[in-house]
């Protein structure tokens, strides 16, 4: 098993490295012969990807090849000097980006098929990443949509569901052993995020964000190794 990076380091990613993580993700999705040598992983660094989809794609039939011979995607990441692994999380993904749709651990982006994946992560030697959506579907700077079940409720029930979500998917994730190394709260929240009207334009309600910090300050860590890193962008 790879050794883990030393978090007491630096943990940025110089132009290199992300150039050549770029090739190497690009080389894993084509499944065909390896075109670049192995990238040896610099112990400093994170280099990572987001491949929530490779369970959908695995369960579609999909298989992956380096240099002609077939191997375990993550086994392939790992050969390209990957060491850390993002998924991505949504709240009711039955209600959005996995509607009439999910694999043999649920929805597609649910917490159970998110927990499932994850334990491959760590097995594989991985850094474990989760991003929390606070949507049911993807969330970007265009769509901060609400989860279905929180579309309607007041502001002080919006915190207490976000607040409430938040530690229930982490206590799961740590009783199943694959508590997060990262946690992002919000994906690419330029305009804010759980928004109630205008989603996704400059001026837009800045509420939901607003909930997802005063819920974190009043969730406690569940577990020493989860570190938070909140992805947020504050139009100036």
């Not at 998110?114 to 990443?129: E, L, M, N, P, T």
């Not at 949509?145 to 002080?156: D, E, G, R």
């Not at 009043?218 to 947020?232: A, E, Q």
Request: with cysteine.
């Amino acid at each position: 098993m790879p050794p883990r990076p030393d978090f007491s380091t630096d943990l940025s990613l110089t132009r290199r490295h992300l150039v050549l993580g770029a090739g190497a993700l690009g080389l894993t999705a084509m499944g065909g012969p390896a075109l670049a040598r192995k990238i040896a992983r610099p112990k400093r660094f994170l280099l990572g990807a987001d491949i929530s989809w490779l369970p959908q794609m695995e369960a579609a039939g999909a298989t992956f090849f380096e240099n002609g011979v077939q191997k375990d995607a993550l086994a392939i990441f790992r050969d390209f000097g990957f060491n850390a692994i993002k998924l991505r999380l949504f709240v009711n993904p039955e209600n959005g980006y996995s509607r009439g749709r999910s694999g043999t651990d649920g929805p597609w982006g649910g917490l159970e098929q998110s927990i499932a994946f994850a334990k491959r992560i760590k097995s594989a030697g991985f850094v474990y990443s989760a991003t929390l959506h606070y949507s049911d579907t993807w969330a970007d700077p265009q769509h901060q949509v609400k989860p279905a079940a929180w579309a309607n409720l007041p502001f002080p029930r919006l915190v207490d569901a976000v607040h409430d979500y938040t530690a229930h998917t982490f206590q799961a994730m740590k009783r199943a052993g694959v508590a997060p190394e990262l946690a992002i709260l919000g994906n690419e929240t330029t305009f804010g995020m759980l928004c109630v009207r205008n989603c996704g334009l400059p001026g837009s309600t800045r509420s939901g964000e607003n909930a997802s910090r005063k819920s974190w300050s009043n969730c406690k860590p569940v577990s020493s190794n989860i570190g938070k890193s909140t992805s947020l962008v504050v139009p100036g």
